[in-house]
């Protein structure tokens, strides 16, 4: 088995014109997508993330608050996924539920294997 | 309230977002003033969002009580908050302490959402924009869930809501209830009677919301009943008795592949017999007061079908003088159209025939379908077959929703055995 990061990534937030009804239908869904793939112990951890944040970087001698991106993409969550191969992982992706209902993008990316790190 | 608790660790029970939505928005109005309402609308709306993110792994033990945390602790944000302090100034020095101190209570909800239904049924508001802020406010259905409800756009149903709004701001509607309370509440009751008629009339789509718009009409009736506020309950228990009278055979009238079953053919059994059963026992509480009102006598006429054996065995004379009764009331087109079906059964097609004809010359009821409908079941058990083809084929150019259309062109197959659609 080999080790995934996902990353979730969206415009502002695509939850937020949702209804009541499909907010409560988004736990439901998402919630089952993600129990069922822990059952099956794929899903190694799954978090969501605040809107807000730093981003620091290094510039003439010091540590800086920024610089932004110009786009207004976020990464709103996570997971670290067990899947055989990256097709694999990639046909668990699509399975996420939150693509029907909102413009979201998954980044899905491999985690490398380094011998004596991981 | 136990129904809308979770009912295990890991399931909400149906539509517990958006009956908490209401609930919230009622009770954040109460200290945030109506003038604000949308206000209050935004932090419930942030609230559900923030219970997304939360409990996406797991539902907390008690979510009701998850959500009023959360609900409380935004709204005395925003009224602490600097920038807002000029406009919102007045409303902290009074409610801050109160709504620290206050506790979601299930009779303070009662209370809150009561009141709430008041301020949306304002008789300074129209009639549309009262039914859309109900729905928005207290039912807590989105814009596009009203607009699919209603046929109608998102853009319709917002201009609705914004101008429903504007006139809460600047008829300074005090969150209360009305003084003059039974004036206002015909306007309420007449407005949960629309929306229940929105969700029982049956179209193609949509239909698990449109019966949502049924029950949703049912709640806010049973809220008023159980309101202390109001003396003289007999046009409430008037009204639900009639809802859960129609609301019995709300799963008869429709079959399997969707099609509308008329009431001549339905499949008693069906009937729910446990709404019948409260319905008859909200009817006989209305009749207590002997206060006559539409409701009344539209509640009796529905209770005589729901405890007749048959189509056929239908007290139709009773209903005959129930629907003279209720001219005497409301002398409307429809009104008579709905009569003369009870006429036929007493008196006669003929009778009933002519009725309509003259209908027809004193009023625009023949741009309705249903009249032409009606009238060609008359001429089609008199066997007049061509006069019957005729006035089918004008409800057919007349008839908007699938389901109508489709009982039509049924209606005209069978008289026209080669009848191209």
Same mark, same amino acid.
């Given at each position: 088995m080999k080790e995934f990061m996902l990353f979730i990534r969206s415009e502002?937030? !695509?939850?937020?014109? %949702?209804s009541p009804e499909q907010l409560q239908q988004h736990i439901e869904k998402i919630g089952g997508f993600i129990k069922r793939l822990s059952d099956e112990g794929r899903m190694k951890s799954a978090q969501p993330l605040e809107m807000d944040g730093r981003i620091l970087s290094y510039k003439n001698g010091a540590i800086i608050d920024g610089p932004y991106n110009?786009?207004?993409?976020?990464?709103s969550g996570y997971y670290h996924l067990l899947a055989k191969d990256l097709n694999e992982a990639i046909e668990i992706t699509k399975g996420d539920p939150r693509f029907e209902e909102g413009i979201w993008r998954i980044e899905v990316r491999p985690i490398l294997k380094v011998e004596g790190i991981n | 309230m136990k129904e809308y608790t979770?009912?295990?660790?890991s399931e909400l029970t149906g539509h517990f977002f958006r009956k908490e939505y209401g609930k919230m928005v009622s009770v954040i109005t109460r200290y945030i003033g109506t003038e604000n309402v949308e206000t209050a609308e935004d932090i419930v709306q942030e609230t559900l969002l923030r219970a997304v993110e939360h409990w996406q792994k797991e539902i907390p033990e008690n979510p009701q009580a998850w959500l009023y945390k959360t609900a409380k602790n935004l709204t005395l944000n925003i009224l602490k908050r600097k920038k807002y302090q000029k406009h919102y100034e007045a409303i902290e020095a009074r409610n801050v302490k109160a709504l620290e101190n206050i506790s979601f209570s299930e009779k303070l909800i009662m209370d809150e959402q009561l009141k709430m239904m008041f301020v949306c049924c304002h008789?300074?508001?129209?009639e549309n924009s009262q039914i859309t802020l109900i729905l928005k406010i %207290?039912? +807590?259905?989105s814009i596009s869930e009203i607009a699919n409800s209603f046929f109608s756009t998102n853009e319709t149903i917002n201009k609705r809501l914004v101008r429903g709004r504007k006139q809460l701001r600047e008829n300074k509607v005090n969150f209360e209830i009305p003084q003059k309370i039974n004036k206002n509440l015909n306007i309420v009751l007449k407005t949960i009677y629309l929306l229940f008629n929105e969700g029982y009339f !049956?179209?193609?789509?949509n239909e698990s919301i449109r019966y949502d718009l049924c029950l949703e009409a049912i709640r806010l009736a049973k809220i008023l009943i159980s &309101?202390? &506020?109001?003396? +003289?309950?007999s046009d409430c228990h008037a009204l639900l008795a009639l809802m859960y009278l129609n609301a019995s055979r709300f799963k008869a009238r429709i079959d399997e592949e969707g099609h509308t079953v008329e009431m001549e053919k339905?499949?008693?059994?069906?009937?729910n017999q446990e709404l019948i059963q409260r319905g008859v026992q909200h009817l006989n509480l209305a009749t207590e007061e002997e206060k006559n009102s539409i409701f009344l006598i539209l509640a009796t006429i529905s209770a005589n079908h729901c405890i007749a054996p048959s189509f056929e065995q239908t007290n139709w004379t009773e209903i005959l003088s129930l629907y003279d009764r209720l001219i005497e009331h409301e002398d409307s087109p429809l009104t008579r159209l709905n009569r003369s079906v009870a006429l036929a059964k007493v008196k006669g097609n003929r009778m009933a025939i002519a009725e309509l004809k003259k209908l027809e010359s004193i009023s625009d009821? +023949?741009?309705?379908y249903l009249f032409h409908f009606t009238l060609g079941e008359f001429y089609n058990r008199e066997n007049k077959r061509n006069k019957a083809i005729d006035q089918f084929k004008k409800a057919l150019a007349l008839a908007k929703n699938g389901r109508d259309i489709n009982l039509l062109k049924k209606k005209l197959i069978g008289l026209v055995p080669n009848y191209q659609s």
């Open positions: 502002e937030n !695509p939850k937020a014109s %949702l110009e786009t207004k993409e976020v990464i | 979770k009912n295990n660790s008789p300074s508001i129209s %207290l039912c +807590g259905f !049956p179209s193609q789509k &309101s202390a &506020s109001i003396r +003289g309950k339905q499949d008693r059994k069906k009937w009821i +023949g741009s309705h």
